[in-house]
């Protein structure tokens, strides 16, 4: 086995992990810390697969801005402990059921898959600038039409805030 190959279940892990411990987690918090391993996993499958930029803009927002901004909004509201939703005992066993089925079927999957013995050929070109490329040749129409999109969600959360701020 190759060191690309051990990175790779490391990685797998760390996301599939993550992710069935958000599922099967009752405390808000600890949902937030498996979503951000689950981020930070699949950003290690993205810079594995040689796309640095996407892995890097991974980290940053998802892994970064969106864990810390849920945090906080979980610090910021109230919650009692009587609202944590208690699984019965059929509940849980039929959740970790589930989990092994798909486990199987994963498995099964990738084992009768018919993988080729030639790895695929990369092009030696700098993934910033393609990516930089198409996007203000291409794709600049939408590029500015989702900048005006979330010009206009900023402007209007300031004048929901206002106005709830006028109201109290």
């Known amino acids: 086995m190759s060191g690309q190959v051990i990175a790779f279940f490391v990685l797998a ?63 910021l509201t109230r919650h009692d402990a009587m609202d944590v939703m208690v699984r019965t005992g059929w509940t849980k066993q039929l959740l970790r059921l589930a989990i092994v089925v798909f486990f199987i079927i994963v498995g099964f999957t990738l084992y009768s898959a018919p993988w080729s013995g030639e790895p695929a050929a990369f092009s030696e070109q700098n993934n910033v600038k393609e990516i930089g490329i198409q996007m203000f040749t291409h794709y600049m129409i939408p590029f500015e039409l989702v900048s005006v999109l979330l010009l206009v969600a900023l402007v209007g959360s300031i004048i929901l805030a206002k106005k709830e701020a006028d109201d109290e």
Do not use: K
């Open 13 to 75: 892990l760390l996301s599939i992990g993550g992710a069935v411990f958000m599922i099967s987690s009752t405390r808000v918090v600890h949902m937030v810390v498996s979503l951000a391993f689950t981020f930070l996993g699949i950003a290690g499958l993205y810079i594995l697969l040689e796309a640095e930029f996407v892995g890097m803009t991974q980290i940053l927002v998802y892994s970064g801005a969106i864990s810390i901004l849920m945090l906080f909004g979980i610090m």
